[in-house]
C-alpha cells in the first residue's frame, strides 16, 4: 500500500488562516507584528526567498521592511543595521538571509540580533532555551517539522524518531523538538556507521542531509513516517528532496513530498514567530 502524502502546503494554509485571525484581533488593539528582512548580495535563490516572505507578510496583514545591501558592503554597515532595527519598536522580528558573503562573520551577525527578535531563532541564547525546554522563538524548518507530524495526527511521545544530518539549522533542532516531544531520538550524520540499519528501526525518520535522493526503501521500516527536509536542484532544473521518494512511497506510513511538504512550512513558521515575537513585547497572552 502506497504511504499517506503529508500535504505541506494545505498544513501551511491552515496555520496561515489561524496566523491571519489573530493578526486581525491584535490590529485591533493598534499592533501589527512587523518583519524586517535583511539580504547582502545578489545570490539568486536568497533574492527569491526574500521576495517570498515580503509577500507572505502583506498577504497577513503585517507590515515588512526588506534591507538590500550591497555585496561589498561591510560587517559593520550590517551591525550596525541590525542595531537600528533592534531599536525600531515597530519591527518585531529581524531576519538576516544567510549565506553571507565571505568576508562577514555570520556568527556576530547572528549575535547581534536581540533575542526578543530572533525569528530564525539562530541566536545563541534562542538555542540554549530550545535546549533546556525554556519558552523561546523556534527555528523555522525544524518548528514546522514538527508542526506538520502533530497536525497529521500522528503521536511522537515514545516513538523511535531518527534523524538524518546534524547541521545547527535543521538537524540538531528538530533532534532537540523531538525530544522535547518525548520521542527517544538518535541522530545520525556523515561518520555514522551501520547508518541503514539504524534508520530501519526508526518509527519517525527525518532526513536532512543535502544530498538528492540518497535515502531509499532500504533506510525506511515498513509504515514509517519519513519527513524529507532535503531540498536539492537536479541538473533538469526540477527539485528533488534527500529522499528518493518513489522508491520509499510503499514502504513508509506516510510522507512528505518534495516540494510541497517542509518547504511551504518554513515561511508560515517565520510568520508565527513574528506574531509570537509581537504579542510577548506587548505582553498580550501572558
Ligand atoms: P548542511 O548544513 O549541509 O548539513 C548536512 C548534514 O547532513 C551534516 O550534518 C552532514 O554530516 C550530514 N550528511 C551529509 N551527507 C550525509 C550522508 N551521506 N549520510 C549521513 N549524513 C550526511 O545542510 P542543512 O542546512 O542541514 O540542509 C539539509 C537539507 O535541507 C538541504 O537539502 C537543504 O537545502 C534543506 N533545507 C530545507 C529547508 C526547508 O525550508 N525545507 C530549510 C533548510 C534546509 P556531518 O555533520 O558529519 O558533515
Known amino acids: 500500500m502506497s504511504a499517506q502524502r503529508i500535504e505541506g502546503k494545505q498544513i501551511s494554509d491552515a496555520i496561515r488562516a489561524e496566523i491571519a485571525i489573530e493578526t486581525a484581533k491584535l490590529a485591533e488593539q493598534g499592533i501589527i507584528p512587523g518583519l524586517a528582512v535583511v539580504l547582502v548580495g545578489n545570490d539568486p535563490a536568497s533574492s527569491v526567498y526574500v521576495g517570498s516572505k515580503a509577500k507572505a507578510c502583506e498577504q497577513l496583514g ?3 521592511e526588506v534591507h538590500r545591501l550591497e555585496e561589498q558592503s561591510s560587517q559593520e554597515d550590517l551591525l550596525s543595521l541590525i542595531d537600528q532595527l533592534n531599536k525600531q519598536s515597530n519591527i518585531h522580528g529581524i531576519l538576516v538571509q544567510l549565506p553571507l558573503p ?8 547572528i549575535d547581534a540580533i536581540s533575542v526578543h527578535k530572533d525569528v530564525d531563532g539562530f541566536h545563541p541564547v534562542s538555542v540554549g532555551n530550545l535546549v533546556i525546554g525554556d519558552d523561546s522563538l523556534l527555528p523555522c524548518t525544524p518548528a514546522g517539522v514538527i508542526e506538520m507530524i502533530k497536525r497529521t495526527g500522528i503521536e511522537i511521545a515514545g516513538k523511535h524518531a531518527v534523524v538524518i544530518g546534524r547541521s545547527n539549522i535543521v538537524g540538531k533542532p528538530v533532534a532537540m523538538l523531538l525530544l522535547r516531544e518525548h520521542a527517544t531520538v538518535t541522530i545520525c550524520h556523515s561518520k555514522t556507521a551501520n547508518m541503514e540499519e539504524i534508520a530501519k528501526t526508526a518509527d519517525i525518520l527525518v532526513v536532512a542531509i543535502g544530498k538528492p535522493k540518497a535515502i531509499g526503501a532500504s533506510f525506511v521500516k515498513p509504515g ?5 527536509v532535503g531540498i536539492n536542484r537536479l541538473p533538469s532544473g526540477k527539485l528533488a528532496g534527500d529522499v528518493d521518494y518513489d522508491d520509499v512511497l510503499d514502504t513508509a506510513g506516510y510522507i512528505t513530498p518534495v516540494p510541497g511538504g517542509v518547504g511551504p512550512m518554513t515561511i508560515t513558521m517565520l510568520m508565527l514567530n513574528t506574531l509570537k515575537a509581537a504579542k510577548q513585547v506587548n ?3 501572558e
Do not use: L, P, Q
Not at 565571505?102 to 551577525?109: C, F, L, N, Q, R
Open 102 to 109: 565571505k568576508h562577514i562573520e555570520e556568527k556576530a551577525v
Open 283 to 285: 505582553r498580550i497572552g
Open 62 to 64: 503585517f507590515y515588512s
Open 224 to 228: 514509517a513516517v519519513v519527513i524529507d
